[in-house]
């Protein structure tokens, strides 16, 4: 197994990092990477890992980022780690540069893999990236090196490629998505979901319709420029003060060009005049809904559950849409319309020494903050909660 490194996007064998994508979600994607590297503070830089077998077929991949500073609140290290290691090693973590590992930005990592690589195949992989990642955070003065956002599945391989390294896995946050492979049509989801449920459905639904106000969907190059007025609208109605309509502007221009072939955004239009939209991409049998934005100086017709539910939901069923990813956050609005939670785990490695974090401490961390999450939001869940892929031991 040999490992091939790439400093920038430009460098990156883009069909050989998309060959492992095949099953992967769209955050994955070299277009995504070419979005994160134009992202990147300047102080920051990154480097493309691809594992290729002996015969030279691609195996797995692996992005590695390294930041003087955090890249956002959600990666802070220190406060991640708080409860399970000493104040003084947390301390000296956020003192620190951090690298990260398997994307940032999205809040949802990866390792693609080859769709069929053996187990031999991938555990090798794994195995001389993470070594390659580790030395990468070294070299560029990290204290720690975070994997972010996974699937259990895939925190559990990285916690054994470095479990002579003293890697710690935390339940870190929870994504939704709504499973429309379940329903035959509209009427059938109405119909899942619980009785006191319906009649909020059916009453944006119909508000919506009486509105006036119709559903059109083009792509993100050909909108980028009237929907950023709409984002900035919504960032700074939720705190984000310096988040003005050239920043949002700069944002869709980049993912147009990095992605724009996988983009779809639909448009709540009254008279012709944009109020509302939904970017969303697509990958295989997955969308994911990425943005959104509104104008609040119009009447609110319950644009945002008829763009981000359902409208895709009817336009979706029986039409090769397996999920709806919509991203962590805003549980309750999300669940009770009929999301799912996906519980996500990051992994941590210490650079320049082990993290010393107790097992037990660990566990009973991981269990604290399942049981809160259940605890609170079981009820928005349509079946309940099933912890059963959930680290509870």
Known sequence: MTVSAYDSFAELPAHDWDTLTVGANIYSTSGFAGVREEALPPEAHARYLLAHDSDGTPVANLEVYSFTDVPHDLYNPGDLLGEVISDERAAHLNARPISVAAGWSEFRGQVPGHVNASVEQRESALGRLTAEALRLAGQAGSSVLAYCYLPLETARELVKAHASDGAVLLLHNVETSIPIGLWADFDDYVAWLPAGRR???????R???????????LTLPEVAKEIAPLNRALMQKYGHSTYDEERAVAVFDRQSRFLGDESSVLLSKENDKTVGFLLRYRQHDMLYARAAGFDYSVPNADDYYNLMFYHQIAAGVGRSVRNIHLGINTFEAKMRRGAQPTPLYSVFVG?????????????????TRAA?????????VVGGINTDDWLLD
Do not use: I, M
């Open 351 to 367: 650079v320049d020494r082990p993290l010393e974090a107790q097992d037990s401490v660990v566990r009973e961390y991981n269990r």
């Open 207 to 217: 508000r919506f319709r009486e509105s006036g106000r119709v559903v059109t969907e």
């Open 199 to 205: 009649q909020r459905v059916r009453r944006e639904l």
């Open 372 to 380: 809160a999450f259940v605890t609170k939001h079981d009820k928005y």
